[in-house]
Nanobody, 121 residues
């Protein structure tokens, strides 16, 4: 069993910054990738950024240049530094990880419960 727990959300004014964290725990053998999605009320879940194997990173166009994803492999943790926040960034931010457990041969996808980010204008 693998659990993902996010933290760092909150209320911030437009132009401000927040840093989200997500730690993966459980019977983890390795993690192929970790990333972030977000979902605003009434909207579909939207991909934000990913940290892939080898340290490659990818971003949605809507956050490129403002958000930075990083990862501490030893701590099974992924971060999302969010700068220049806008009201349209308001959403629940969910952590995603592709994990190979100690009992599996292939990675499976796991999700956290999410952390609320609210940006006021």
């Amino acid at each position: 069993q693998v659990q993902l727990v996010e933290s760092g959300g909150g209320l911030v004014q437009a132009g401000g910054s927040l840093k989200l964290s997500c730690v993966a725990t459980g019977n983890i053998n390795s993690i192929d990738s970790m990333g972030w999605y977000r979902q605003a009320p009434g909207n579909q879940r939207e991909w934000v950024a990913h940290n892939l194997s080898g340290g490659r990173t990818k971003y949605a166009d809507s956050v490129k240049g403002r958000f930075t994803i990083s990862r501490d492999i030893a701590k099974n943790t992924v971060y999302l530094q969010m700068n220049g926040l806008r009201p349209e960034d308001t959403a629940v931010y969910l952590c995603n990880a592709a994990v190979v457990t100690t009992t599996s041969m292939h990675p499976y996808e796991y999700w956290g419960q999410g952390t609320q980010v609210t940006v006021s204008s």
